[in-house]
């Protein structure tokens, strides 16, 4: 094929241009304005929960500053998902304090509730206090058991800091993903469900807590005519023209969410009497992924091939995928990093494939890929 088909490429609506000229035309091309405002406002309308938003830079920025408002600190642990991009663990230690990774369960590859009990007990008999706080993820837009996790962590007392970034869209029992935690951290990153060039967003539980975030996010600016900093800030507000492309992102999200549904179920049937490919899908009911990326286990046993061996003879033909997330535990920044593992997230890592999803992969993108997924098994 000549065209490369990649994962997850950006789909403008048509609609961004419209407020970036509005932005430039009335100057408004700093980090706030007009632009901020109604892309936070069409973000709380989406989440629902009666949830408050900030718009950031970065998914990254947004965990950082819930950490702050956490109360992390330099000497204090805080349970990470191990399954997961490196951003999910690295604002932990921005702050001084230490990662503690947690494994993930076979059912939605997110971090196992019971292993997460199983780490609190030990860190406080370890170190004779409770963690800080308990960030899971929602893995590739899969919900995490979220509701039993959340009771593990009220139990100890323990703040629950959802890293959605994945995840915009999808639902657990209904209810978005990032409106479980007191916090809730999403990512508009080039290649998400919606973009805005760069940027995340905060979920934030009130107004007051709102107005805390914006607070740190602009350099933790005194109310004084003058620059007075009584408490280390941030520059972390997004632009104003970052925000109108948001804005126009959400009049398609809902038709980006439907169809990476779409292709995910073009997946489902292509694989399902397909021996050694396992596509991952809703475990059960409760569940509503987003489908932000599509990802298989290869099973060599059976094909013949490993997922390495699927990647590069895609690769070859012109497809864009990826390994699923190299665990932390695993990676050389964090060996030293207490951790409680299963061997789920490695044998994961292991056999896994994240395949094309995006808005612009079509009906004949994906019956290409599986036509040259088979292909590669035959060989």
């Known amino acids: ?56 830079s970065a998914g990254t920025a947004a965990l950082h500053l819930a950490l702050i408002q956490l109360g992390v ?17 690295n604002p932990v230690a921005y702050l001084g304090a230490t990662a503690v990774f947690v494994d993930s369960e076979e059912d939605t590859w997110n971090m196992d509730p019971e292993l997460l009990e199983v780490a609190i ?52 029992k209904g209810r978005k993903c990032g409106t479980f935690g007191r916090f809730g951290a ?38 004084f005519p003058y620059y007075q900093h009584e408490k280390i800030g941030y520059n972390y507000r997004m ?12 009049t398609v999200l809902d038709e980006h ?41 290869v099973n060599p046993e059976v094909t013949g091939i490993d997922y390495e061996g699927v990647r590069r003879a895609l690769d070859e033909d012109n497809i864009e995928t990826r390994p699923l997330w190299k665990p932390m535990h695993l990676q050389p920044v964090y060996k030293d990093n207490p951790r409680y593992v299963n061997g789920v997230s490695e044998r994961l890592f292991n056999k896994g494939l994240c395949l094309p999803a ?5 009906d004949e993108d994906v019956a290409f890929i599986v036509d040259r997924i088979k292909a590669a098994y035959r060989r």
């Open 239 to 250: 632009s104003n023209i970052c925000a109108g492309i948001g804005r126009g992102q959400m």
């Open 121 to 172: 007990k030990d860190r406080i008999v370890k170190t004779g206090r409770k963690p800080k706080a308990v960030i899971p993820v929602h893995l590739y837009g899969m919900p995490a058991k979220i509701d039993e996790i959340c009771a593990v962590a009220e139990h100890y007392g323990i703040p629950v800091l959802e890293d959605a970034a994945e995840a915009l869209g999808a639902e657990y």
């Open 1 to 56: 094929m000549d065209k490369r088909i990649y994962l997850c490429l950006a789909h403008m609506s048509g609609n961004e241009m419209k407020y970036i000229e509005e932005a430039f035309a009335t100057n408004w091309v700093v980090p706030l304005g007009p632009n901020v405002n109604a892309f936070e406002e069409d973000l709380e309308r989406f989440v629902g929960e009666g949830k408050k938003v900030v718009a950031l």
């Open 358 to 362: 995006g808005p612009c992969v079509t």
């Open 73 to 89: 600190g330099p000497g204090d642990e805080v349970i990470c998902q191990s399954f997961t991009f490196s951003a999910s663990a």
């Open 257 to 297: 969410i439907a169809h990476h549904h779409h292709v995910h179920a073009l997946y489902e049937k292509a694989f399902e009497d397909f021996d050694g490919i396992t596509l991952k899908s809703n475990p059960g009911k409760d569940w509503n992924a987003n489908y932000w990326l599509c990802t298989i286990l």
């Open 186 to 223: 999403l990512s508009f990153n080039g290649n998400k469900m919606i973009t805005t060039s760069g940027g995340g967003a905060l979920v934030v539980p009130d107004e007051d807590t709102k107005k805390e975030t914006m607070f740190y996010a602009t350099q933790a600016r005194e109310p």
